[in-house]
């Protein structure tokens, strides 16, 4: 009985093909086979792109070299430079005035304001051509280096600056009340030194005085104050209207300068400000990072020519603090 089982499983076994023992002799199953081919040549893919990432790091830190840190040396010189000329220059100062009239502060002289338009247009153009030289010193490379996002910047820091020079010319007033203005000091300088001056005249200078800028002012008192006869001495009110409008058009300070008018510190000029030195923070953090110019989508371009617009269109009617 025992015999006939084992004849009869044996048999089963052998005509089975699925639970049949493979032959080991004649190497693998077709599945196996192609399980272990697949698994071959994914761990030589895995190779070659380990060797292709280690070449390219290798590669990219050959051509930084040593070239990075004297990139870096030269974008902190040419950072020195931009403070320097903006400390002891007018490079980013208002137009005017030229001449201060011999109107001193009771410490040093007077000095133009800084100006906000002029300070984004050198900050952008500095941020891009530091950038562009430490990028190109350090991967050995000038084409393709500045992108569109690039000279957008730099046109809308352009266009600020330009469009503030227009707004200071159309803010300047008709010749009719510059001349009424000087004829009235000319009668106040004719006066002798030691006569009172009629009130009727006092009033009448104060009432045109509100249709000039604070510029327009100052320039009409300087010619009436050069127009004096040598040794004559010149007139108080004359004097001390001059030192009056010096302290209201010198400059205070930068910051102070940039972000505030008549009123105090302006919304406008600071948001202005604040984002013009947040995104610039940016554009360098990845210059030096990631070694290319950051690619603002065009949201973030839109918000900072809102910004320069924003600026512009509350500067017509403002005075100088």
């Known amino acids: ?42 761990k030589k893919a895995s190779t070659a792109s380990a060797a292709t990432n280690f070449s390219s790091t290798t590669t990219t830190q050959a051509n930084i070299g040593p070239d990075w840190y004297l990139a870096g040396i030269a974008m902190g010189l040419a950072a020195a430079a931009l403070f320097l000329l903006g400390l002891y220059t007018d490079i980013l100062r208002d137009s005017g005035p030229i001449d201060f009239g011999g109107a001193k502060p ?12 002029q300070s984004q247009m050198a900050w952008w153009f500095f941020i891009i051509l530091a950038s562009f030289g430490y990028i190109a010193s350090v991967k050995h490379v000038v084409n393709g280096v500045i992108t569109k996002e690039g000279l957008i910047l730099m046109g809308i820091g352009t266009g600020t600056a330009i469009g503030a020079a227009i707004v200071e010319q159309t803010k300047k007033s008709g010749s009719d009340a510059i001349a009424n203005y000087s004829s009235a000091l000319g009668t106040i300088a004719a006066l002798p030194p030691s006569s009172l001056i009629p009130q009727n005249l006092i009033l009448t200078v104060s009432a ?45 300070g930068f910051f102070k300068d940039i972000l505030t008018d008549v009123d105090g510190i302006a919304l406008h000029r600071f948001q202005a400000a604040v984002w013009t030195v947040v995104l610039g923070v940016i554009f360098v953090t990845v210059a030096v990072t990631q070694l290319k110019m950051y690619e603002f989508d065009d949201l973030l371009l839109g918000l900072l020519g809102i910004s320069g617009a924003t600026y512009l269109g509350f500067k017509i009617p403002e005075q100088p603090s």
């Not at 006939?4 to 052998?14: D, G």
């Not at 009771?106 to 338009?117: C, D, I, N, V």
């Open 1 to 42: 009985m025992r015999a006939s089982v084992i004849i009869v499983a044996c048999s089963f076994f052998l005509t089975c093909p699925a639970l049949a023992v493979p032959n080991i002799a004649a190497g693998p199953t077709p599945v196996v086979a192609q399980a272990v081919s697949a698994d071959a040549q994914q």
């Open 106 to 117: 009771s410490t040093g002289q007077y000095r133009r304001p800084y100006s906000l338009a």
């Open 208 to 252: 045109i005085a509100e249709q000039l800028s604070t510029e327009e002012q100052f320039e009409a008192v300087l010619e009436q104050l050069k127009a004096i006869p040598a040794g004559t001495g010149p007139s108080t009110f004359l004097t001390n209207l001059r030192d009056q409008l010096a302290k209201k058009l010198g400059s205070e």
